[in-house]
C-alpha cells in the first residue's frame, strides 16, 4: 500500500535555510538527525502530515548523512493505547515515509531520566515540593508579577534525593508531592518559573506496565529524549517556541549528554472546515458524531486514506504550503486541488449516473445493444479503452435535465439536443411524469448522422455533452456522497472558548445513493481509485467493499462540478 516519498528537495524555507549553513559550517559532522514524535494518544492528522514530511523529508533530503527517528512520546500513560501506536506506524508508513532501525519510546528512556533528574538534584537545580497542584498553580505568579518561591524550595540535595527515591518507590499519593526543576520564579518566561518536571501517577503504562508510579512531564523528557539519540534539529510546532529556554536550559544543565540538539519551531496546519486536534477529534469518535477515526470525513489519516485521498497528492500539498514562522489557516480547497491533480493522472475513468433519471431512445431498434469504444484514461493512454454498452433505454443524471431551464445551462431540455458522450447527439421530444408531477422518463430521439462529433446538419450546434449508462446493463452501486465535516471555516474559533464545536457539525456531510454505474465496476477492487466523469473522484471502500459489490466512498468532487443550483 505504501508509496515510497520521493528525495526531491524542497524550496529552502527558514528551517531549510538554517539547516543548510549547519551543513555548510560542518555542525554534527553535517548530519541531520530529525524525528517525529508523536504521543500515542489518538490517531494521526493531516496536522502531523505536515510535520512528517518536514522531518522525514529533511533526512531523505540530506542522505546518507542523515536520519529521521519515530519516537513515541509515551509519557501520560493514563491517555495512551497500543491501537494508537499501531495506527501511528501504519500512517506513517502509508504517506511513503521509513525509519529503518529508528523506532524509539521516551519510556525506554525512563531509567536515564531518572538518573538526570538526580543529577540535577544533586547540582541543586530541582527539589521535591509537597504543595498541591492548586497551590503551584497560584504561586507561579502572572506575567507582570513574579511568582512566590515554595516553602520546600530551599531542601538540601539529601533530602530531595531521598524523597525522590521514595516518590519512586510509590510511598505518596498522586499529586503528593512533585519533582520541579529549580530555575527563577522571577523570570519573565512562565514556562522557567521552576517547572515540575516529574509527578506522581500511580497508573498501568502500556509498555512498563507497574515499573514505575512517577513519570516525566513532556517538557523534561522531550529535549532529553532527542539528545539522548543524537537528535540534531528538534522541529516542532510554534506553541512550544515560549519553551524552548526550558529546551536549552535542560541540554545546558544535564551532563553527559551524547548530543547538543536545538529546537526551532514553525506554524502548524490548520485547515478549514475541520478541527485538528486530537481532543476534539476523540471527542467525535466517542460521542458516535462519525463512525470512527477512519470515517471517510475525519482529517485523520487513516479517514482521508479511506476516502481516497493518496499519499502522493498529501506530500505534494505538504510542499506546496511551506514552512512559516507566523500561524495561519489553509483553505480546505487547496489540499482538494492536490488530491484531483494526483488522481487525474491514474484513476481510471468510468460511466456512473448518481442520480438517474430514465432515457429512452424512442428511434433506437428495441433490442440492439452496441458497443462504444471510451479511453479507460485519457490522460494516460497505456491504461487502454473499454467497450461501454449501449441501448435504447439509458440513465442520465437528473442533474443534466431542466424542464425549465434557467440561463446558461446547455444540457437536456424539453425540445433541445445534447450529445451523448462518445455516442451520438439525442433531442428531447416529450417528458413523462407521474401522477404526482415527478418526471418517470424522458422520450427522446437520437441521430445517427452525428456520431464520432459529427455536427447535427440544418440545427443549432449542440453545446452539451453528457454522461449516460445502458439502462439494461447499469449495475446498482451503494455511493457514500461524503462533504465537509463542518460547515463554517472554523469551527473552533467560532464556537469560542466555552462553545461546542460540534454544533456546526454538518448535518449532509454524508448522503447515500444507489448510483447506476456501468458493468465493468462490479470488477472494481478495494481500495482503487476512479474518476465517475464528469462527477468526480471515488475510491472503492476497502473495508466494506465485497467481491464483486464495491461500494465507494466520494473522495472529491470535480472542480468544474456540473452540478447548476436549481
Ligand atoms: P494535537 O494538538 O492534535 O493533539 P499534538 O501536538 O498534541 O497534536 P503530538 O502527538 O504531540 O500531537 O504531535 C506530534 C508532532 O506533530 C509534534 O511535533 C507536533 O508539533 C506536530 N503537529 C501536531 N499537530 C500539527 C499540525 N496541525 N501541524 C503541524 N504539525 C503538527
Ligand atoms: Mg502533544
Excluded at 82 to 90: A, F, G, L, T
Excluded at 353 to 361: A, S, T
Aim: glycine share 6%; net charge negative; aromatic share 10%.
Amino acid at each position: 500500500m505504501s508509496d515510497p516519498a520521493p528525495a526531491t528537495p524542497a524550496s529552502l524555507d527558514f528551517i531549510r535555510e538554517m539547516i543548510a549553513a549547519d551543513v555548510a559550517a560542518g555542525r554534527n559532522g553535517g548530519q541531520v538527525i530529525t524525528r517525529f514524535p508523536p504521543e500515542p494518544n489518538g490517531y494521526l492528522h493531516i496536522g502531523h502530515a505536515k510535520s512528517i514530511c518536514l522531518n522525514f523529508g529533511l533526512s531523505l533530503e540530506h542522505a546518507p548523512n542523515s536520519r529521521c527517528h519515530l519516537r513515541f512520546d509515551d509519557t501520560n500513560p493514563t491517555k495512551e493505547e497500543v491501537e494508537y501506536v499501531e495506527s501511528i506506524m501504519e500512517d506513517v508508513k502509508w504517506l511513503g515515509f521509513d525509519w529503518g532501525d529508528h523506532l524509539f519510546y521516551a519510556s525506554d528512556y525512563f531509567e536515564k531520566l531518572y538518573g538526570f533528574a538526580v543529577q540535577l538534584i544533586e547540582k541543586g537545580l530541582a527539589y521535591v515540593d509537597d504543595q498541591t497542584p492548586e497551590q503551584i498553580r497560584e504561586t507561579r505568579g502572572t506575567l507582570t508579577t513574579p511568582g512566590t518561591a515554595s516553602p520546600f524550595r530551599e531542601r538540601s540535595p539529601e533530602e530531595n534525593k531521598a524523597l525522590f527515591a521514595r516518590m519512586r518507590a510509590g510511598e505518596f499519593q498522586n499529586g503528593e508531592k512533585v519533582l520541579r526543576a529549580k530555575i527563577d520564579m522571577a523570570s519573565p518566561n512562565m514556562n522557567l518559573r521552576d517547572p515540575v518536571i516529574y509527578r506522581i501517577l500511580h497508573a498501568h503504562h502500556h509498555r512498563t506496565g507497574d515499573a514505575w508510579c512517577i513519570y516525566p512531564m513532556y517538557d523534561y523528557a522531550h529535549p532529553l529524549s532527542d539528545a539522548l539519540e543524537g537528535i540534531t534539529h528538534s522541529l516542532c510546532t510554534l506553541e512550544f517556541e515560549h519553551h524552548r529556554p526550558l529546551y536549552e536550559w535542560l541540554i545546558n544543565n544535564v551532563d553527559g549528554l551524547p548530543g547538543a540538539p536545538y529546537q526551532r519551531e514553525f506554524a502548524r496546519l490548520n485547515l478549514t472546515y475541520t478541527v485538528m486536534s486530537k481532543r476534539k477529534l476523540l471527542r467525535l469518535v466517542k460521542d458516535g458524531l462519525v463512525n470512527g477515526w477512519d470515517d471517510p470525513r475525519m482529517p485523520t489519516l487513516s479517514g482521508i486514506r479511506r476516502r481516497g485521498y493518496t499519499p502522493a497528492a498529501i506530500r505534494s500539498f505538504c510542499k506546496a504550503i511551506g514552512l512559516t514562522k507566523y500561524p495561519s489557516l489553509t483553505e480546505l480547497n487547496l489540499l482538494e486541488h492536490h488530491v484531483r491533480e494526483d488522481l487525474n493522472k491514474h484513476a481510471l475513468r468510468v460511466y456512473a449516473v448518481l442520480k438517474p433519471i430514465k432515457v429512452v431512445l424512442t428511434n433506437y431498434p428495441e433490442g440492439q445493444v452496441e458497443h462504444v469504444e471510451v479511453p479507460n484514461n485519457p490522460e494516460n493512454e497505456a491504461d487502454g479503452k473499454r467497450q461501454v454498452p449501449l441501448s435504447r433505454e439509458l440513465y442520465i443524471d437528473a442533474d443534466d435535465f431542466m424542464e425549465t431551464p434557467v440561463q446558461g445551462f446547455h444540457r437536456l431540455v424539453p425540445g433541445g439536443e445534447v450529445r451523448l458522450k462518445y455516442a451520438f447527439c439525442i433531442i428531447c421530444q416529450e417528458v413523462i411524469k407521474d401522477a404526482a408531477g415527478n418526471i418517470t422518463e424522458l422520450r427522446c430521439t437520437y441521430d445517427d448522422a452525428t456520431r464520432h462529433g459529427a455536427k447535427p446538419i440544418g440545427r443549432p450546434k449542440v453545446k452539451g455533452t453528457i454522461h449516460w449508462v445502458s439502462a439494461a446493463h447499469a449495475a446498482d452501486v451503494e455511493v457514500r456522497l461524503y462533504d465537509k465535516l463542518f460547515t463554517v471555516e472554523q469551527p473552533d474559533e467560532q464556537a469560542g472558548e466555552d462553545g461546542d464545536f460540534t454544533q456546526f457539525l454538518n448535518p449532509a456531510s454524508l448522503e447515500v445513493v444507489t448510483a447506476k454505474i456501468e458493468p465493468s465496476i462490479l470488477s472494481a477492487k478495494p481500495g482503487s481509485h476512479y474518476q465517475f466523469e464528469r462527477v468526480g473522484y471515488f475510491f472503492a471502500d476497502p473495508k466494506d467493499s465485497q467481491p464483486g459489490k464495491p461500494i465507494f466512498n466520494r473522495t472529491v468532487q470535480l472542480k468544474d462540478g456540473f452540478v447548476v443550483k436549481k
